[in-house]
Structure formats: C-alpha cells, structure tokens
C-alpha cells in the first residue's frame, strides 16, 4: 500500500469508522505488520484501554467419541479406538466438587458421541448447576447444540430453553472453523454447515444468551475465505449484538488427517489477531487463547490488537491431542504476571465480563 492509502485507512480507523471488506483485503495484503498491529492496537486501546482480561476457568471436555471425526480434529475418536473416553455423570460430578479456588465458569465442549441422550447433557448441566450454583456453564457448540436438536427431536428454542433451564449460561465459540461451503465440504462435512452455525448464533442470541465466535485458520482455506468468515460474524453482531468475543484459532497439524500442513507463522498469528481486531469493530473482545498461541505470542498478541487471554483452564484436550507444546494450564498468579510483563494491566473477569478485580503492578508476583 502507499503511503497515502496507508494514512487514509488509519485516518479513517482512528476515526472509529468501519474498514470495508476491499479495504480490509488490502490490510491483508499489507506487508508491513507493524502498521497493522498499531493501527489494531488504537482500535483496543480506544475500546478497553490498557486493560487486559483473563478468568479463573476449568475446561470439561465429556467425551471424545464423535461421529463427525473432522479432518483437522485429533481428539475426536471412533467408540472402539484405544483412547476413547466417556465420562459417566458421576464422574463429572465428581470434577464439579473438586474445583480450584476462586474458580468462575466451567467451559464444557465435547463431541457428537452416537449414544449418549440429550438428557445426558441436561443432567450434567443440571447436576452441576446444583453443585456450585455460582459458577457460570459455558457449555456446547453451535454444532452440539445442532446435534442435540437432531437427537431429542426438538427444535433449536426448546434445545436452549431446556439447557438454560437446567442452568446453561452462554455458549463458546468452537465449531465455527471456517463458513465456506467447499472448506466444509473438504474438512468437516458431517456436521453443520456455516449457514446453520450462524442461524444457531442468532437463535441463542435472541433467547438472550451470549456466545463466543471462532475461526479456524492455517488449513485449506483461502484468504478470501477468511474474510468472507469475519464479515458473516460482523454482520451477525449488527443483528443481534450477542457476540462477546472473537478467538482467531490457529491450526495444529500434527496427529490429524492434515498433518502435511505446516502450523501457522507468529507473523501469520499476530496478523490475524490484528485483522480480526479491524474488521470485527462491533465485538467488545478479541482472545488470545494462549494454549493455542503459546505464552510468547498471546503476549504479543496484546499489542496486536487483542484485549483477553482466555483462563486459567486447567486441562485442555483438543488442541494438546493435535501436538500443542503449551502446558495444560496456568495458575492465576501467572496469568497476572505475564500481562503485567506485557506492559498491561491485569483484569479478572466473570464469563460476561463483569470486573471480578483489577490487579495493580505489586499484585503479580503474588503467592
Ligand atoms: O471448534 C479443533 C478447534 C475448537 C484443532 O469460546 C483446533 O471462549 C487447532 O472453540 N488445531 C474448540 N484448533 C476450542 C474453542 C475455544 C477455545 C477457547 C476458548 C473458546 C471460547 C473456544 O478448537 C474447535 C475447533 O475449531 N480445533 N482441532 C486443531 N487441530
């Protein structure tokens, strides 16, 4: 890009004024990533300051057993297949009484096992609901929610009326991958389609409840595609503003049917969080899921455009199962020194974002 296009498009975003999808095409094309991330830097300066958010979080992964067993999956599993697991009701129970300290949300995302009842999932819900009424259940897929409505026979509303009766309080962002129909077609063509993923969002958007959206990047996808994917979820989020944020997630070869595919560069990462962070001007937060970056780079990551680390987490299967180096999760205190190391400051946050604690410089070192 020229110099003048480069100080009109920067005009223009310092101005708050939305990029279009040609304009969003060139930054893509920008070379320079320096530009880029400061650009995308100002965009979350302007929305959250010099705040960066994290949660105290356990992630619940209840089966692996899938039927849709998609390219670039290497949890999902066959029933007869050596590591498969099912974890029984009593057995996640058991989890839901055993949780760390100052923990706020369980993250609960698993697979289309050919079995289990929706009542499973109700129960889980329901029975963990019971047990720790204060913490928030951010549970299922667009894609699971789409699965449970072919297995129990009802509708998308009476699907999330149920769950949110038994105590379902928002959905994550997983499934998304990329929305185009021949990405699809090639990876993932078992389980619902771009289209649906959306109308699933709007649904629950509507039934009030918040949602997360991803996208899957650095497989078989174009660059169009890419963009063709944030500007469907932007213009989902001018419809309904359910959207709290948007985690870029960058794919892991090894142990999948993709495995001759290279991972993704940082440069390539740090762009998408910074593409994302343009183009996505109507949602409050972009993650950096750090188990997905790595530590180094979800730090960089905030300068780049990027507002939240996700949480502490405590055991992560997907992305460990298709060769992550991260560990399976990190203690509070560490998340609050590595923003503060960052140059940030570190905010504590419920699910929906309400401030938990804002940490000041001398908290980080803390026990
Ligand atoms: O939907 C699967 C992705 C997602 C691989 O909402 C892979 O806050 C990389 O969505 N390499 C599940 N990615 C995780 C997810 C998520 C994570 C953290 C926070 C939130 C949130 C959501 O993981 C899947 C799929 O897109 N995935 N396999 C892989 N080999």
Known sequence: MDATTLNNLRDKVNSGTRISLDEARELYYEKDLLFLGELARSVKVRKTNLQVFFNVNRHINLTNVCLSR??????????????????????????????????????????????????????????????????????????EIDYFSQISGLSLEEVFKSLMEAGLGSLPGGGAEVFSPRVREAICSRKASGERWLEIMETAHSLGLKTNATMLYGHIETMEERLDHLIKLRSLQDRTGGFQSFIPLPFHPHNTELSHLKRTTGYEDLKMIALSRLILDNFPHIKAFWIMLGIPLAQLSLHFGADDLDGTVVEERITHAAGAQTEQGISRENLIKLIQEAGYVPVERDTLYNIIEVYGEEDGLAP
Do not use: W
């Not at 998609?70 to 697991?85: L, Q, S, V, W």
């Not at 697979?111 to 549970?139: C, M, S, T, W």
């Open 70 to 143: 998609c390219k670039f999956c290497a949890f999902g599993c066959d029933e007869n297949d050596p590591g498969a697991y099912t974890m029984t009701l009593e057995e996640v129970l058991n989890t839901g009484r055993d949780l760390p300290p100052h923990i706020t949300e369980l993250h609960i995302v698993s697979a289309l096992h050919p079995h289990l009842p929706f009542d499973y999932y109700l129960e889980v819900i329901r029975g963990l609901k019971e047990i720790n009424p204060e913490v928030h259940l951010q549970a299922f897929t667009a894609v």
